[in-house]
């Protein structure tokens, strides 16, 4: 989890593009981040194993 300030830093419009940094709108986290859900990948994992991610399911071989 991202602190607070972290987050709210991140809410700010950066003084140059460059230095915008995705973040998670789940728990803030910057690594990880998959662009075409908008979470990290742990967040992104916890909600595909819940069902709340159409069309998503766990890969078994």
Same mark, same amino acid.
């Given at each position: 989890?991202?602190?607070?300030?972290?987050?709210?830093?991140?809410?700010?419009? !950066?003084?140059y593009?460059? &230095?915008?940094?995705?973040? %998670? @709108? =789940? /728990?803030? #986290? !910057?690594?990880?981040?998959? &662009?075409l859900?908008?979470? %990290? @990948? =742990? /967040?992104? #994992?916890?909600?595909?194993?819940?069902?709340?991610?159409?069309?998503? @399911?766990?890969?078994?071989?």
């Amino acid at each position: 989890m991202a602190s607070k300030a972290k987050m709210l830093k991140a809410q700010k419009q !950066p003084k140059y593009k460059v &230095r915008h940094r995705n973040r %998670c @709108r =789940i /728990c803030g #986290r !910057p690594r990880g981040y998959i &662009r075409l859900f908008g979470v %990290c @990948r =742990i /967040c992104f #994992r916890r909600m595909s194993l819940d069902g709340n991610v159409p069309g998503v @399911r766990k890969s078994s071989w």
